[in-house]
C-alpha cells in the first residue's frame, strides 16, 4: 500500500494567515491526489481534485500544488470557517489511502 | 443536488453481521462508482470498497477482504454493504461517496451523512 505521511499534525494560524500543509507519499502517485476539509462530527468535503483542480464552488483562497510523492495545500487568508482538519487522499491505483489529517487551529 | 444518505448503523456483537445501505439521488447513478470509506473514532478516513456504475466490479481493502460485500441496485438508487464476522476494528462511522465523474475508484466528490456502527460484547 502507498502511505500518505501530512505534516504538521497540527498547525495553530489566525484570521488572515496564509497557511500551507504538506503531504507526502511513500511513492509516485503522478498528480493523483484530492485534499478534503472534515469538521467535528460531519462528513469530509473535497476540495481539489488531481493535486491542483479546485472542486466547483470552493473558494479560490484554497490552492494545491504537487506531484510525484511531494503536494501542498496552501489556504490564504484564511476565513474563521477554515479552521478544521485536512486530509490528503492518494488514488494512484484502487487502493486509495488517506493522511493522517492535520488539524488546523485558532491562535 | 446530490444526496446520499446512510442507514443501518447499529451496535453488534464481535463476530456478528450487519448490513449498511445508502439511498442515492440527484445524479446519474448509474454512471458513476461509488466508494465506501470509514473512519473509526479519533482515527484517519480509511477506504473500505469501491463499485463500478454498473456494480460489475468491486475492490475491497484487505482488510475487509472476504468479510465484506459492497453491491447496489442500480433500478433503485441503492447502495449495500454487507459485514460478516465484525470485529472489535470494525467499529467506525462509515460514508457512502460518489467518485469523481470518469473515475473507475478515486476522489470522492460528494459523501453521505454516515452511519455508526459499533462492534462490542
Known amino acids: 500500500d502507498i502511505q500518505m505521511t501530512q505534516s504538521p499534525s497540527t498547525l495553530s494560524a489566525s484570521v488572515g494567515d496564509r497557511v500551507t500543509i504538506t503531504c507526502r507519499a511513500s511513492?509516485?502517485?503522478?498528480?493523483?491526489l484530492a485534499w478534503y476539509q472534515q469538521k467535528p462530527g460531519r462528513a469530509p468535503k473535497l476540495l481539489i481534485y488531481?493535486?491542483?483542480s479546485l472542486e466547483n464552488g470552493v473558494p479560490s483562497r484554497f490552492s494545491g500544488s504537487g506531484s510525484g510523492t511531494e503536494f501542498t495545500l496552501s489556504i490564504s487568508g484564511l476565513q474563521p470557517d477554515d479552521f478544521a482538519t485536512y486530509y490528503c487522499?492518494?488514488?494512484?491505483?484502487?487502493?486509495?489511502?488517506f493522511g493522517q489529517g492535520t488539524k488546523l487551529e485558532i491562535k | 443536488e446530490v444526496q446520499l444518505l446512510e442507514s443501518g448503523g447499529a451496535l453488534v456483537q464481535p463476530g456478528g453481521s450487519l448490513r449498511l445501505s445508502c439511498a442515492a439521488s440527484?445524479?446519474?447513478?448509474?454512471?458513476?462508482?461509488m466508494n465506501w470509506v470509514r473512519q473509526a473514532p479519533g482515527k484517519r478516513l480509511e477506504w473500505v470498497s469501491t463499485?463500478?456504475?454498473?456494480?460489475?466490479?468491486?475492490y475491497y481493502a484487505d482488510s475487509v477482504e472476504g468479510r465484506f460485500t459492497f453491491s447496489r441496485d442500480n433500478s433503485r438508487g441503492m447502495l449495500y454493504l454487507q459485514m460478516n464476522s465484525l470485529r472489535a476494528e470494525d467499529t467506525a462511522v462509515y460514508y457512502c461517496?460518489?467518485?469523481?465523474?470518469?473515475?473507475?475508484?478515486?476522489?470522492?466528490?460528494?459523501w453521505g451523512q454516515g452511519t455508526l456502527v459499533t462492534v462490542s460484547s
Open positions: 463499485i463500478s456504475g454498473s456494480g460489475g466490479s468491486s
Open positions: 487522499q492518494q488514488y494512484n491505483n484502487y487502493m486509495n489511502t
Open positions: 511513492q509516485s502517485i503522478s498528480g493523483w
Open positions: 488531481k493535486a491542483s
Open positions: 440527484g445524479f446519474a447513478f448509474t454512471s458513476f462508482a
Open positions: 461517496a460518489k467518485v469523481g465523474r470518469g473515475y473507475s475508484y478515486g476522489y470522492m466528490d460528494s
